[in-house]
């Protein structure tokens, strides 16, 4: 039988869709992660790992040394270089499907998608690749790979056979006390960070789930997120080696690669919340506030700063800069014949601590009015804002009749200064505010004052204390430590 044109039209479309219903049939019953795009992670016989490269210099490096160092060992290997923006002088990268440039910074022309690291990597392990380093044996990347596979570390590591080979270091993180130590680690091959050039390989899966997993400096903000989870690295004796022209050759890249980077370390140390290092030999950088700052924390609305609802504590250049304050205060107080005491939660810090309440945020003095004419600044703060010779601001309180000295004119935090007279024995003052220990108290207190240590120096406070502040918060609170306002968050209640 002869089929006409329209009839051989017909078969064939009913041959195409049977085609398709069989190809949907099909698909649907595949796995889920065999549809997805890319090589699936962990495919036999092909890579598992994907070589990411990040910590690396636009204006010189040897990156395409050490992409192609990886190629060589094996043509199919992923690499990712991932960048903030586009680098410039351009970046000679092989033209292969394997090797991507990632942009992580959000552009109005690109999806969300292409400013996340997560979507340029489809393997299971990630291998973060300094710049400097390449491939000189196969299988080191594979080898790695089991190493972690067999447990015990969440990262491994393999030094880069350069001026500074990676090193192990032990690594406390108090996110509470803002507060990053650096020391030296019990055992050479497993520690919390690295110092010093190293491959570094994790799972994709850990390396995305932090906060900031490609944040620059890389040693700095990987190992900060990991020392914090628990997370322990095991450094192997697999050394990768060093490129042959190697980047940062001339002394004016290698000023302005340390220049770059150590502005990048402070913006990262800020970001994640860190005002305090401490190094291995006790070195202290700080990256918090100073006297040409304003402080790390705004105006404090019931006695209870915002840190605290974040489960921090005052932060440790603001309780530098009270210490700073409150023995500069009391040097001037003590040099004019101005008698004081330590007053509420300092004296109560000092009773307890020796030192500032950990989570206090201003210092509190009580002062003879009688007294103030002695002292210059005193005197001067009676008519207006007077800033010394240091720069501390002494002024009237708008709150009330009291004083107050500002660590500068930038930075508020203070030192409160409560002028007291006697009346019948009874010490009161004309202010008084809504506070708990706010209260008169009899004058015997002072009669005599005793040296209590405070803050690092020694300063007057009144004779049984313990007695005095069981007066003013109630027995027992010396060992019972606690919040300023429970009513809104206690001490108990957070973390």
């Not at 302005?256 to 202290?284: F, Y």
Request: include cysteine; hydrophobic fraction near 45%.
């Amino acid at each position: 039988m002869r089929l006409t044109r329209c009839q051989a039209a017909l078969a064939a479309a009913i041959t195409l869709n049977l085609l398709v219903l069989f190809y949907v049939s099909w698909l649907q019953h595949q796995p889920r992660n065999s549809r997805a795009r890319g090589p699936r992670r962990g495919t036999a016989g092909g890579p598992r790992v994907t070589v990411l490269v990040r910590e690396f210099e636009a204006f010189d490096n040897a990156v395409p040394e050490l992409v192609d160092s990886f190629l060589q060992q094996d043509a199919a290997q992923p690499v990712v270089v991932a960048a903030d923006t586009l680098p410039y002088p351009p970046l000679a990268l092989p033209r292969v499907p394997n090797v991507r440039l990632a942009l992580l910074q959000p552009a109005l022309d690109r999806p969300v998608a292409a400013s996340r690291p997560e979507t340029y990597v489809a393997t299971e392990f990630v291998a973060l690749v300094p710049d400097g380093a390449r491939a000189d044996t196969p299988g080191q990347l594979e080898r790695m790979v089991e190493v972690l596979r067999a447990g015990g570390a969440r990262l491994v590591a393999a030094p880069v056979a350069s001026a500074n080979p990676a090193r192990c270091l032990a690594l406390n993180v108090s996110l509470r006390e803002w507060t990053a130590r650096y020391g030296p680690a019990p055992s050479a091959l497993r520690c919390d960070a690295l110092d010093g050039d190293a491959v570094v390989l994790l799972r994709a899966r850990d390396l995305f789930n932090l906060s900031a997993p490609l944040a620059r400096p890389m040693g700095t903000g990987l190992f900060l997120q990991t020392a914090l989870r628990g997370w322990a690295v095991q450094l192997l004796d697999l050394p990768f080696g060093a490129a042959r022209q190697p980047p940062l050759a001339t002394a004016h890249a290698r000023w302005k690669a340390e220049r770059e980077g150590r502005a990048r370390r402070a913006a990262l140390l800020r970001a994640l919340g860190i005002r305090l290092v401490s190094g291995e030999g006790g070195r202290l950088e700080w990256f918090g506030c100073n006297k040409e700052t304003p402080r790390c924390f705004g105006t404090v609305v019931g006695d209870t700063p915002a840190y605290l609802y974040e489960e921090r504590w005052t932060p440790p250049c603001c309780l530098r800069a009270l210490r700073e304050t409150a023995r500069y205060v009391v040097g001037v107080l003590e040099a004019a014949g101005v008698r004081y005491w330590l007053e509420g939660g300092s004296l109560l810090g000092a009773a307890r601590h020796g030192d500032i309440i950990p989570w206090d945020y201003d210092v509190d003095l009580g002062i003879y009015l009688e007294d103030v004419g002695n002292c210059e600044q005193l005197r001067g703060a009676e008519a207006g804002s007077v800033v010394d010779e240091r720069g501390f601001v002494w002024e009237k309180a708008v709150e009330g009749d009291f004083f107050r000295v500002q660590y500068s004119e930038s930075n508020h935090l203070h030192v409160d200064l409560w002028p007291f007279y006697p009346r019948n024995g009874v010490m009161t003052k004309d202010t008084w505010l809504d506070h708990r220990q706010d209260v008169e108290f009899p004058e015997h207190f002072l009669q005599p004052l005793v040296p209590l240590s405070f803050a690092g120096f020694v300063a007057q406070a009144p004779n049984n204390y313990r007695r005095f502040l069981e007066l003013k918060f109630g027995p027992g609170v010396i060992e019972n430590p606690e919040y300023p306002n429970p009513s809104l968050l206690s001490l108990a209640g957070s973390g």
